[in-house]
């Protein structure tokens, strides 16, 4: 045990520290339910519990780590979504006769609900045993058991006959497609196809909830679901898209901001989605907020149509920055053609290294090999060559150097074949096999793969870049004032989502999508003078 003060009170409490005291704690919750208990502690517990504080499950999450607790998606969400998502639920103005959590966790969907709506009979869903005594002991101690079904499954599995009016809130657990069953896998290609949709076997596991739910609502029930992003823009994500679009009756989706990290425990984006079964609207209202503390009760929103949105491979981009729409823009793909970094195909041989010492130093290559060398760049610009790193970029043919020269160079090739620097993919597909062949220096420079906005650099010292950020080469002749313009105003103006957002929070932008960002025109970022 330990002392703890937890959220929202300043009573010190000893709390559990291993999972077997964790669970001997519960099990004396479940057997206090009945009666108001004595004990200090347990009446602490009980006001927190009441007021929104999960002890339980936060002591859960301090023991348990987050790796392990990742492989059931059980990452609990944190009390100021609850009160959220539940607020927007009584702002609907209608009598839920039911409520199903299919994720519940420890419960803080569950009884933030039982008191928002006390006259709905609640049933939770968890498949985790352990975690399933924490809700039970949870959900008892709090004096709402008899209105409470608990139901230890996966929420694939079950079946409901319809009870009067539903509403389906919670946090579907996240679990990549790598680690679903082969068997599920089926389930939700089969599943979408019986509506006519093509499910992609890459789905993670919160849209098979989203599709369960689909499968076990009736028109006129209500949904509000907080998920990983990504399904917004990725591929396998556009049947869940057409989905809400077309019988699942999405009515408003609330992007938070990615570099705001929602969960504590978990580097994940995250947005809610709201939904009324069979409802037939032309719009979804989308809102972007920068964190989980402007979420409110989940109102207000720009109105985007469903033609708009089905125009759209990627739905964070239907909200722009400040005038991306106007007709002044163009795409930076006009001004630029973008390229990845060089693939090395075994960093530990060709960043040189030891083994490289003595190499003609034609062969050792400035390169940014780190995203922190373009990150923590002065003023966004690389001038220093002499701190990067060197990259051995041998050419085809070594006849043009000293015999003193070859020999150091078929040394270190030696070398390097014994690191298995021959025998990788990347080796094995290039001719000679020796040759990284670095591109010629992009005049700015760009990072790629971030919780945060990319940087751009001008690369004033015309270092060459790995696979860790791209280079934009222009496709008309820019002066140094246009590149220091066109620099400033990507800085400012570009956002994560411009880009494609992973579990994790990461956000990618791949060359394409670079190109597709928008820019104010040459002449009008002349007038701006600064960005």
């Known amino acids: ?29 479940l057997q206090c339910c009945h009666s108001r208990p004595q004990d200090a502690l347990l009446n602490t517990i009980r006001r927190r519990l009441l007021a929104g504080h999960d002890v339980l499950g936060d002591s859960y999450s301090r023991i348990v780590s987050a790796e392990q607790r990742r492989a059931l998606g059980a990452t609990f969400t944190p009390p100021q979504v609850v009160r959220a998502m539940v607020a927007w639920a009584k702002t609907q103005g209608v009598t839920f006769e039911r409520i199903i959590d299919p994720g519940a966790g420890s419960g803080r969907f569950v009884l933030a609900a039982a008191q928002a709506f006390p006259d709905a009979h609640i049933i939770a869903v968890e498949k985790d045993p352990h975690i399933a005594r924490l809700l039970r002991a949870n959900i008892a101690f709090a004096g709402f058991v008899k209105r409470v079904s608990i139901i230890v499954d996966d929420y694939r599995s079950v079946h409901l006959s319809s009870a009067g009016r539903t509403l389906f809130i919670g946090n579907p657990p996240y679990v990549r497609h790598h680690d679903i069953e082969p068997r599920w896998k089926r389930w939700y290609t089969e599943t979408f196809r019986a509506y006519g949709l093509p499910g992609s076997a890459l789905a993670g596991l919160h849209l098979h909830f989203l599709l369960k739910t689909r499968q076990l609502a009736s028109p006129g029930d209500y949904g509000c679901f907080i998920t990983a992003a990504e399904w917004l823009d990725v591929n396998y994500g556009s049947t869940a898209r057409a989905m809400l679009m077309n019988g699942m009756g999405g009515r408003s989706l609330h992007l938070i901001d990615t570099a705001s990290q929602v969960f504590p425990d978990a580097m994940t984006s995250a947005a809610i989605v709201c939904f009324e079964i069979g409802s037939r609207r032309r719009s979804l209202t989308i809102r972007r907020v920068q964190s989980s503390a402007q979420l409110g009760n989940l109102q207000g929103g720009m109105k985007v149509t469903f033609s708009r949105a089905e125009s759209q491979d990627k739905w964070s981009h239907l909200i722009r920055p400040n005038g991306w729409e106007e007709k002044s823009f163009i795409k930076v793909g006009e001004l630029f053609k973008v390229h990845r970094g060089q693939v090395t195909g075994m960093n530990k041989v060709w960043i040189a290294a030891e083994q490289a010492e003595g190499l003609p130093t034609c062969v050792l290559v400035p390169a940014v090999t780190r995203a922190k060398e373009l990150i923590q760049a002065s ?27 070859r020999k150091r160079i078929e040394t270190f090739m030696a070398w390097a074949q014994s690191q298995g620097a021959k025998d990788s993919y990347i080796a094995a597909h290039r001719r000679p096999w020796w040759r990284v062949n670095l591109r010629a220096p992009a005049p700015i420079l760009m990072t790629y793969m971030a919780r945060r906005a990319p940087v751009f650099v001008r690369n004033a010292c015309g270092a060459r870049i790995l696979n860790i950020a791209h280079g934009l080469y222009p496709r008309i002749p820019l002066s140094e004032a246009d590149l220091t313009l066109i620099i400033r105003w990507l800085n400012a103006n570009v956002r994560l989502g411009g880009g494609r957002t992973y579990a994790g929070g990461l956000t990618k932008f791949e060359p394409g999508e670079v190109m597709r960002l928008p820019i104010p025109r040459l002449e009008q970022l002349r007038m701006m003078g600064i960005a």
């Open 1 to 29: 045990m330990k002392l703890f003060s937890g959220v929202g009170s300043c009573e010190p409490m000893v709390l559990p520290t291993t999972q077997d005291s964790l669970f001997r704690l519960a099990d004396r919750l």
């Open 379 to 405: 003023n966004a610009r690389l001038t220093e060559a002499r701190q990067l790193r060197r990259i051995v970029d041998l050419p085809n043919d070594f006849s043009r150097f000293s015999t003193q020269d």
